[in-house]
Nanobody, 116 residues
Framework: QVQLVESGGGMVEVGGSLKISCIAP?????????MAWYRQTPGKHRVLVAS????????KYIDAVKGRFTISRDDDKNTMALQMISLRPEDTGVYYC????????WGQGTQVTVSS
């Protein structure tokens, strides 16, 4: 099993910033995977909010976070991050990292709460 570990979540006020991180084990072939951040809110499915290519590092974002979120990766450290600014209440949720294509086992996620 691939154990992904997310961290860095917390509670911030509207307009605040937060950076969350993810680390994958050495056995995950991290550098070969296009990776993504997903968000889940109570009663809803996980939604992919940002991804980053394994080929050229090109990022993709859903419209709701464009210009506010920045995804990055460090293949030497098997880590990925999501810098979030200008946070809104609708950004609240549990954030997970996983492959953008054929996600494997899920980690525990990290809670992000934006208070108004």
């Amino acid at each position: 099993q691939v154990q992904l570990v997310e961290s860095g979540g917390g509670m911030v006020e509207v307009g605040g910033s937060l950076k969350i991180s993810c680390i994958a084990p050495e056995s995950s072939h991290f550098r070969l995977r296009t990776m993504a951040w997903y968000r889940q809110t109570p009663g809803k499915h996980r939604v992919l909010v940002a991804s980053i290519s394994s080929l050229d590092g090109a990022p993709k974002y859903i419209d709701a976070v464009k210009g506010r979120f920045t995804i990055s990766r460090d293949d030497d450290k098997n880590t990925m991050a999501l810098q979030m600014i200008s946070l809104r209440p609708e950004d609240t949720g549990v954030y997970y990292c996983n492959s953008a294509n054929l996600p494997g086992d899920w980690g525990q996620g990290t809670q992000v709460t934006v208070s108004s």
